[in-house]
Structures are given as C-alpha cells and as structure tokens.
C-alpha cells in the first residue's frame, strides 16, 4: 500500500490560493507600473549563487541569514539573499554593454534563514529599484520619488519615509569623540533604538564607549524637532548632503508630511555609504515595508572598475499584509468574468461560438467543460466569483436569443443573440 504524505510545508513559506493571487497580482502590478513610468528596465538573476558572491555583504548578522549548502558537485552554494548584491554581479560582469547611469528593476523572491513571525517570511518577494553609474544627488531623491509614488499608487496615505546619511552619521561619530574601529559596532547598536529603546541602547553603548560619548552621541540622534530644524542644527557637522538630499526630494514633489530626517537610522547592511531611507506605514505595526540606500563601490566587489550607486528594495509581502489590515484589496476580482453553460451535445457548438466571440471581443470567458444541471454550472460561478453567466439552451436557440445572471445580485435578463457582447459592455465586472 502506497504511503500518504503528510501534504505540509515549511514554517515561512506559504501557499496562495487564487484569491490571495489575484490580489498579489494587483499590487505587483502597481508597483511595476510605477517603476516603469520612471524609466526603469527589468533584469533577471539566478535563483542561486555561488556562496562566495554573497557571503560578507550584509554584515555578520545577515551573513548568518544566508540560506547556503553544497551541491552534488561540493560546490558551496547560497540561495539569493537580497537583488542588490546579484545586481552588482551583473553588472560588473556587463557593464560594457549597459547605458550607464543604468536603471534597473527586479521583482524576485528571495530567502532567509530568519525566524517567523508576523510579517516576516523566509521565502518573500522583493520589489528592487536601482540607478547604478553615478553619484549625483539626483538619483537618491528620485529614488526616493519613486517610493513616495509606490505607496500612494497603492492607497497609502499615512506612511514615512525615514531618511539619513551614512557619511553624515560617520562625521557625526567622529566629532563626539568615537574612535573609528568602533564605528561599525556603534552604528549596529544605534539601529536597535526603535527596537529596544534609548535606556537600552546606552547600556550597551557605555560597554564599548564612555559615558560621556554616549550621552553626548544620543542628545545628538535623538534629538526631536521639524525637518529644516535638526538638518540645520547639524551645521557643525557638515549636514551639506542631507540638506540638499532633503531639497531635491520637496523639488521632486514629494509631500513633507511623509520625509522624516531621522538620525537614528542607521541602517546596519555593510554597504550603504551616503543617504539612506527606510518607510514605516503609521497605522499598521509591521516594521518597515521598504529600505535602501546609497552604496559607494559595491561592484568593486567583483571587478575593478567603480560604480556608485543607490536603490530600494520594497517588502513586497509586508505590502500586500497592510493593504489587508486597511481594507485596501477588498474588491480584487478573479480572472473569469463570463462563464457560458454547456446543456448537451446538441448545443455544444452553439455555446463554443458564443465563447469564441467573447474571447474575441476581450471578455476573460471560460466554458464549462461538462454538461451538467445548471444549479451545479452556477454553483461554480458563483464560487469562482464569476460575475456574470450566459445561458443558451435550446429555448435561446430557438429564440435567436441568450439569457444572461447576474450572479451578485441573482437577476436575469434575455437579449437578442447578436447584442450579448454590447450588453455585457454595458455591465460592471
């Protein structure tokens, strides 16, 4: 006897229905069309990587998130971490035949050996956009124009586009006194401040630095006040990218409302040099739906000529999890928008015409493939979410005519057979 199995899947990864697609579909979409009404061209990389290409690019804590095995060669092998990394692989690899600044987007899933919870995957889509080949400031604020019109192309309206300067924070770890062989475990220990709090923060802060430093680093970090208020308190500092970041970005007709100059961001990915943004969504608690940043040389990883760069990668599954808390994919429809009863051999053909012709004149339309009662056909129709049926039976026939339900509100109507696609253009799918 054949043994059953167990039909299960593991934890963080997950199965969509066609409900859960068709909503998915919608919001990728939405945000494709985005990228694209911006100039951004598509690209593909491999699902896996050679370990080496993605080892020690995401700092030792993403490095521990790697998914990584050897193959049946012995072959270290990772699964993709993130798109940006790959990208630089592929650019490094093409640059020559690539227009530089180059404009790229990817949507993609990738994998992390993280642990589950809500809003966090293992297998999840990112949604990545990337100009690569210049170091114009221009490039950071549009990068951030495109997030701001993401999440209102999707119905957001009360979301935050946190936003800060690795260079900025570099100078300010400097002027306070904190020695540069510490710089990258500070800015670590900063990141957790919205995760852990100010008190906690500084614990472990006094444990590599001094009292001292620590007060005086977070008086300055956490420091509260309009945008032009803290960027102009920073004077000292040489806020100058982050000022003219902060202009572009209004110039580009992003609404204040939704910037946030946010020292406290400190983004712990390896290679972000320059500005850096991150959005968090103010009535849904999920973390933050998008991060990115300017990377100074990260294809000097994998060749030596240098490319700067900034980009984006949105969370794509976090995305469509808020739309659901705020009721934004409640009216998502399925494909099938006609569906045409079959009776019996005798009005078969009948029923293929009359499916030929509204797949001809661009309706979404199925045929029901058994010739079964009715009740049964609007059974289906009605679990398929199928909002309209077409019934042509052999009284239609006779009659030149066909019936149409409407499987929302349960009504009927009969219209001559050489207006059904004119009356079904009348109607609301």
Do not use: H
């Not at 050897?70 to 699964?79: T, Y």
């Not at 020559?96 to 899933?109: E, G, T, V």
Request: charged share 25%; net charge positive.
């Amino acid at each position: 006897m054949t043994q059953i199995i167990t039909p299960k899947i593991l934890k963080g990864t997950r199965d969509f229905l066609p409900k859960d697609m068709a909503k998915r579909q919608y919001v990728m979409e939405k945000i494709r069309s985005t990228f694209i009404r911006f100039g951004y061209d598509t690209i593909e990389t491999p699902v896996i990587e050679y370990a080496e290409t993605l080892l020690g690019k995401y700092g030792d804590e993403g490095s521990k998130l790697v998914y990584q095995f050897k193959d049946n060669g012995g072959r270290q092998i990772a699964l993709r971490y993130d798109q940006t990394v790959p990208f630089a692989r592929l650019v490094a690899a093409n640059y020559q035949a690539l227009p530089m600044p180059f404009k790229r987007y990817q949507i993609s899933r990738v994998w992390r050996a993280d642990r589950p919870a809500k809003g966090r995957y293992r297998e999840f889509y990112q949604c990545d956009i990337d100009i690569i080949g210049t170091e114009s400031l221009l490039a950071d604020a549009e990068i951030a124009k495109v997030i701001f019109s993401v999440f209102k192309t999707l119905g957001f309206t009360d979301f935050t586009i946190k936003f800060n300067s690795r260079r900025l924070m570099n100078r300010i770890l400097e002027s306070v006194g904190v020695p540069a062989s510490r710089t990258a475990d500070v800015i670590r220990l900063i990141d957790k401040l919205d995760k852990i709090g100010k008190k906690s923060v500084a614990r472990e802060l006094e444990c590599i630095l001094s009292k001292e430093i620590v007060q005086k680093l977070l008086k300055i970090i956490t420091a509260s006040g309009a945008n032009r208020e803290k960027i102009a308190s920073l004077k000292k500092e040489d806020s100058q990218e982050i000022r003219e970041f902060f202009k572009l970005c209004l110039d580009f007709g992003i609404s204040e409302k939704n910037l946030l100059f946010d020292l406290s961001l400190a983004r712990g990915l390896d290679y972000y040099t320059g500005v850096s943004y991150e959005v968090v969504l103010n009535d849904v608690a999920i973390g933050s739906v998008a991060g990115g940043g300017r990377y100074g040389d990260l294809c000097g990883l994998f060749c030596e000529k240098k490319f700067s760069g900034a980009g984006v990668a949105f969370g794509f599954d976090r995305i469509v999890f808020a739309m659901e808390e705020l009721g934004l994919l409640s009216e998502i429809p399925l494909s099938s928008q006609v569906l045409v009863t079959y009776f019996d051999e005798s009005v078969l053909p009948n029923s293929l015409a009359i499916f030929a012709e509204l797949q001809e004149f661009g309706f979404n339309a199925e045929i029901y493939p058994e010739a079964i009662s009715l009740s049964k056909q609007f059974k289906y129709a009605d679990k398929k979410e199928i909002p309209f049926v077409v019934i042509c039976g052999s009284d239609e026939i006779q009659k030149e005519a066909v019936t149409i339900k409407s499987m929302k509100t349960g009504k009927q109507k009969t219209v001559p057979r050489n207006q059904l696609t004119e009356y079904l253009k009348g109607l609301s799918f």
